[in-house]
């Protein structure tokens, strides 16, 4: 099914298959998925994870309490980390998932920029997950289209919310996405692509070298840990004064009681890679003094 962009995919996901229940996540997530369930009053359980993604003991804990409509997972390229889980980490949360008898969403608008991963959860849990992606990060930001691949007993829920939230996909966007698939221009522009990100990921990787940045190599974005004394607010103020806009952890905590002493680091940018060098080198500057006290 087609949506208006992975965002509306799934807000209407949520509407079609959360409530009334809750929606499990990790403590750090997509921020649209935050935005979409307090909008629809769904409450939000962070279960706690590791560089791996969620851990099943800690979901399976969680889904116990009966209360679990919903478990998000972003197995591939996930925001704001940018990591990928394992196929071991992948198949044990799937199974966690059927004994529990919940629904999943993948949430996987990254999954074209990388290649020879695991397979998609999806793939191991086919009649409950909804896989969602999309084409404005993998082909064209201008290009909004989500594409939700659900099971058969999702779909009457999922087409009424689609319906509710959009009425329908612009069959003009519908129609240059579906022409670029067939005539292999899709595939073209995603290679080009995968291609320009991994020489990114390579500069950001020797520029943040031993600052605790672990780049995907096919991630466009990474997450930077901030050193004491560095507030997130503080460094975003004094990034942003530098001319390089951040985007501050707290922006992707699931629960307000969940501290994220980090900064997400956006590597795709339209600008040319002499810019997004002067840019890493800033905040790589900032890193290595101290914040401004209150009096400058």
């Known amino acids: 099914m087609l949506t208006a962009g992975a965002q ?4 209407a996901l949520l509407l079609a298959l959360a409530a009334p229940g809750q929606v499990a996540t990790t403590p750090l997530t997509n921020p ?4 979409a369930a307090r909008q629809l009053s769904l409450p939000v359980v962070a279960v706690e994870s590791d560089e791996g993604g969620m851990l099943p003991d800690a979901l399976a804990d969680v889904c116990a309490t009966g209360q679990i409509s919903l478990v998000h997972l972003q197995p591939t390229l996930a ?3 940018g990591r990928t889980m394992p196929a071991s980490r992948r198949a044990a949360l799937a199974e966690v998932c059927a004994r529990a008898d ?3 969403l993948e949430d996987d608008p990254l999954g074209p920029l990388a290649t020879g991963g695991p397979d ?3 793939a191991l849990l086919p009649d409950r997950t909804c896989h969602v992606t999309s084409t404005a990060k993998a082909l064209a930001l201008g290009l909004r289209i989500g594409v939700v691949a659900a099971p058969e007993a999702a779909g009457p829920d999922l087409a009424a919310a689609v319906r509710a939230t959009t009425w329908l996909t612009a069959p003009l966007l519908g129609e240059v996405f579906t022409r670029w698939v067939d005539d292999g221009t899709a595939d073209t522009i995603v290679a080009a692509r995968r291609a320009a990100v991994r020489e990114r990921n390579a500069m950001a990787t020797e520029i943040l070298a031993g600052l ?7 991630a466009p974005h990474l997450w930077l840990p901030l050193p004491d004394p560095w507030g997130v607010g503080q460094f975003t103020a004094a990034a942003r004064d530098a001319g390089v806009l951040v985007s501050p952890g ?3 905590a699931t629960s307000r009681r969940q501290c994220a ?3 997400r680091v956006g590597l795709n940018a339209d600008v040319d890679d002499d810019a997004l060098r002067r840019a890493l080198l800033s905040l790589v500057g900032l890193l290595h003094t101290s914040p401004r006290g209150p009096n400058g």
């Open 32 to 35: 649209g998925l935050i935005a």
């Open 261 to 263: 002493f980090g900064v």
């Open 79 to 81: 925001n704001p980390s």
């Open 102 to 104: 919940v629904w999943v």
């Open 8 to 11: 509306h995919a799934l807000t």
């Open 212 to 218: 605790g940045a672990r780049p995907d190599p096919a």
């Open 120 to 122: 998609p959860v999806a």
């Open 250 to 252: 707290d922006e992707y």
